[in-house]
């Protein structure tokens, strides 16, 4: 173009009224979580981290991106509501501007939720129900899982997190490797996470030759633990493991462990992994005692890169450092936003599979990663941490070769 053509277009360009810059159309991601009781210091970190990932993507997704917090428990219950998680799912069913669901913390509420989601087609990113029955044939699972979560035959129902079916076998692979354990008190709470958990755990204790002395159903509602403790003690283990968490009984366990001065190593997964087991056990407790607790996942701590760079985000923020439960909550929104600018249009069957077609993802926190045909997340590690002076401190990491 002559630069006389060239001033003439601009002109003509000039002349021209500016175009109105068109308003994104609105889209909403819900959450459904435990809001309050002891869980609640757990998913403040994945409500603060969800609300980071929506404004880290909020320049590259086509969409105004509005965010719910449902509550999943009442104060009646004090802890997971079923119908409450049932009526959440439901209300994100019922508006339309909903693409996504956040959750549910537990494998109890994703029970509920899952195939009510499924039959809208409704995508859910959970960042910790770990039941392998969800999403698999698994030991312990029923046998229509995980097929009634899926009504609408399509998976709907995604997990960041690792499953169970990883962490019970690699505790017990820590407990004879590391921790040398000849013999172990195999102790769950009678529900479904624990119960799971403890199944695990057992199983390939007994392949790895290490000698189970006891196994039984102890949860807050049940045996007496200062009676139990006795009988551990008798028992003589080398190691006692409690598939359970803090609001069913892990406590409780320890301090009575402590009091008959049973002096073996007590071994507890992710479900213990808070600050509200630290309190109601007592930091000073926890100090003369051998307690170890597994995360499900990388603990923030071992993080590096983008993961680390999170971490330090979060910390400055919010003026403490997050609990891995927020790490997975940011992964989980983080997948849920990819696909909707993936996706492109408002849609949820495009966002599901848009979230199903996930693989080799590195846009979040925990590295490069995809989800399987299950919708299970390919990384399955677990990391062992332990209790000084009221916090934990990581001290392996398991299942990343």
């Not at 053509?5 to 068109?22: E, I, T």
């Not at 196994?215 to 359970?244: C, H, M, S, W």
């Amino acid at each position: 173009m002559n630069r006389r053509a060239f001033l003439a277009a601009a002109v003509a360009s000039s002349a021209a009224p500016l175009l109105a810059v068109q308003p994104k159309d609105k889209v909403k991601l819900v959450s459904s979580l435990p809001r309050i009781g002891s869980a609640k210091g757990q998913t403040d970190g994945i409500v603060n981290a969800i609300k980071m990932a929506i404004a880290d993507f909020e320049k590259v997704v086509p969409f105004a991106v509005g965010y719910e917090d449902l509550d999943d428990t009442t104060p009646q219950q004090g802890t997971l509501d079923p119908e409450q998680a049932k009526a959440n799912a439901e209300k994100a069913v019922a508006d339309k501007d909903v693409m996504a669901v956040i959750g549910p913390f537990s494998s109890g509420a994703a029970r509920v939720s899952a195939p009510i989601l499924n039959r809208a087609g409704l995508a859910q990113v959970t960042p910790s129900a770990s039941w392998p029955g969800l999403t698999k044939s698994a030991p312990g699972a029923d046998a229509d899982e995980p097929g009634r979560y899926r009504p609408g035959k399509e998976v709907t129902f995604f997990r960041v997190c690792p499953h169970d079916a990883s962490q019970g076998p690699l505790s017990a692979d820590f407990a004879a490797n590391d921790l040398k354990a000849k013999s172990v008190y195999v102790l769950n709470d009678k529900e479904l996470y624990g119960a799971s958990l403890a199944c695990g755990f057992k199983k390939r204790c007994e392949a790895l030759k290490v000698k189970v002395v006891g196994d039984e159903g102890a949860g807050a509602r049940g045996t007496g633990f200062q009676t139990l403790a006795e009988r551990i003690k008798t028992a003589n283990p080398d190691l006692v493991y409690f598939g359970g968490t803090s609001q069913t009984g892990a406590p409780r366990l320890a301090r009575a462990l402590h009091a008959e001065k049973v002096n073996c190593p007590l071994l507890l997964p992710d479900g213990c992994y808070e600050q509200a087991f630290v309190e109601a056990v007592g930091a000073d407790v926890l100090d003369e005692m051998k307690v170890f607790v597994t995360i499900g996942g990388i603990a923030p701590a071992h993080l590096k890169g983008a993961g680390a760079a999170f971490v330090k985000r979060y910390t400055a923020k919010y003026g403490k450092a997050p609990e891995a439960a927020a790490v997975y909550g940011y992964e989980a929104a983080a997948v849920v936003l990819e696909a909707l600018r993936t996706a492109g249009k408002k849609d949820r069957e495009a966002v599901r599979k848009a979230v199903a077609a996930t693989k080799d993802f590195d846009k979040g926190v925990l590295g490069t990663w995809g989800f399987d045909a299950d919708g299970d997340t390919t990384l399955q590690p677990l990391t062992v941490a332990t209790v000084e002076k009221g916090t934990f401190r990581a001290v392996k990491v398991l299942g990343t070769e």
